[in-house]
């Protein structure tokens, strides 16, 4: 067996560190172009070998968590999520604790979420002047905080929430930076800033827990679920693991869908044709005014089409990470103990044996007749792969589905940038700032068409 081959253009001591902080879709990229599926790189504190294409895939997702450990890896979200709270603890407790969010996942209570996504973004929108300038990247941050601590909390926090809560949690998760991620407890003043913001959320969402269970009101949110679920032990949440899992459901979810909303507006605006029919589907759906109803969010395969294309572009989270605890084989390559591994799913999806004409926009690449993304279980990775895929997958697509769909029936505009591209600076990717759009509000409803017209 043999090493995998080492990528060239390492630094000193930095490794491939800087390149990969610059463009690490396109370094990737490069790496895969010149040794194949697999290959190696050189970043401080280990060696790691990035894994792409699907057999690599299938490898990397598919490990046992005592060969390969995220816990290792994710510790710079330990002061964010809280001690002993998914990646602090051990695999089997995290998965109880996952296990807790599966009731708040289900039918009844996705409808109840849908309906308020719908109903927090029409608040939101009516608040906006006539004509203006948006940045998308703010909007869709600020927006995806009231849907998903809505959905979270529920109606009685949300009725009070601030934009206190809103500037807390960004500046919480404004801290995730490369050094965060080398050394998240580094005396660094965003570290600082972070601590303060933490605590400060925690004992916002500290208050609603105490107050539903002294008043043992119930509500249909993940709040509810937590409350009510129990370790094997019998054992119930404390209050500072409810806050911590709270706070852990809200990152997992929140940046994903707020820069995927801002992504998918530009690159609609950016191809008006396919726009056309977005809003020729949302005619054909809401054009007789009715209120929006979980039916017609999951009848817009136009807008989801587009939405899924976004996330195969562009995705938030652009590269997971495990460290090897056992030394494995892949194919002919022998894997280390003490390495990481890699796999990016955004240098994955623009593979062109998976997906044809990567670098085009092209949702119908997810409809009927073409379906890429369901050719390999692995093949389209925005909610990761395998064992540890995002359980809010279903919760996220209905929540870019209702909000994008309430910004445009409700609004025409216009890019101002002159081009849009990733900001590396984050670990979870958006839009370079500014990302500005003119809007104006439109002052005819949409008319209803035949549904069956809609290409």
């Keep these: 067996m043999a090493k995998p081959p080492m990528l060239a253009g390492a630094l000193p001591f930095i490794g491939h560190a800087l390149e990969l902080r610059k463009g690490p879709v396109d370094l990737i990229t490069r790496g895969r172009e010149r040794h194949g599926d697999v290959f190696g790189m050189k970043l ?3 060696d790691t070998v990035v894994f792409s294409g699907l057999k690599a895939h299938e490898t990397f997702f598919r490990m046992p968590d005592d060969v390969v450990s995220q816990k290792e890896v994710y510790q710079f979200v330990t002061p964010i999520f809280g001690k002993g709270i998914a990646y602090d603890t051990t695999p089997e407790i995290m998965k109880e604790q996952l296990a807790f969010l599966h009731p708040a996942l ?3 209570r996705l409808k109840t979420y849908s309906d308020c996504f719908v109903e927090e973004a029409e608040l939101f929108f009516e608040k906006f002047d006539n004509e203006g300038v948006m940045d998308l990247y703010d909007v869709g941050n600020e927006l995806t905080i009231y849907t998903s601590s809505r959905a979270l909390l529920g109606s009685d926090f949300r009725k009070h929430l601030s934009g206190e809560f809103a ?3 960004q500046e919480m998760e404004g801290s995730l930076t490369l050094l965060s991620f080398l050394n998240p407890y580094l005396p660094i003043p965003a570290h600082r800033r972070r601590d303060k913001a933490r605590a400060k959320l925690g004992e916002m969402i500290k208050k609603v827990v105490d107050e ?7 509500e249909n949110d993940i709040l509810q679920a937590l409350l009510e679920a129990r370790y094997s032990n019998g054992r119930p949440m404390t209050d500072d693991e409810v806050v911590g899992m709270l706070l852990t459901v809200m990152f997992a979810g929140h940046h994903t869908s707020g820069v995927t909303f801002s992504w998918n507006t530009i690159l609609m605006h950016q191809h008006p044709d396919y726009l ?3 809003m020729d589907e949302q005619a054909a759906i809401m054009g007789d005014g009715h209120q929006m109803r979980i039916e017609d969010l999951r009848a817009m395969h136009t807008l989801e089409r587009s939405i899924k294309e976004t996330l195969r572009m562009y995705p938030a989270i652009i590269m997971v990470m495990r460290r090897v605890l056992k030394d494995f084989q892949h194919e002919q390559y022998d894997i280390k103990k003490g390495q990481m591994v890699l796999c990016s799913p955004a240098a994955s999806q623009m593979i062109p044996t998976i997906f044809k004409d990567p670098t085009k926009y092209d949702p ?3 409809g009927p007749g073409r379906e890429e993304d369901k050719q390999h279980p692995l093949a389209f990775l925005p909610f990761g792969g395998g064992k540890h895929r995002c359980l809010g997958a279903v919760f996220a697509m209905l929540q870019l589905v209702a909000t994008s769909s309430v910004l ?7 890019l101002i940038e002159d081009s849009y591209s990733p900001d590396y600076k984050r670990i979870l990717v958006g839009p370079h700032q500014p990302c500005r759009a ?3 509000r439109r002052k005819a409803p949409l008319v209803q068409v035949p549904l069956k017209a809609v290409g």
């Design 438 to 440: 003119r809007y104006r």
């Design 167 to 169: 500037r807390l949690y």
């Design 408 to 414: 445009v029936r409700n609004f025409e505009l216009e």
């Design 212 to 218: 539903r269970r002294n008043t043992k009101r119930e």
């Design 106 to 108: 289900r039918e009844q």
């Design 364 to 366: 119908d690449r997810f």
């Design 276 to 278: 056309k029919r977005v």
């Design 44 to 46: 401080p504190g280990a």
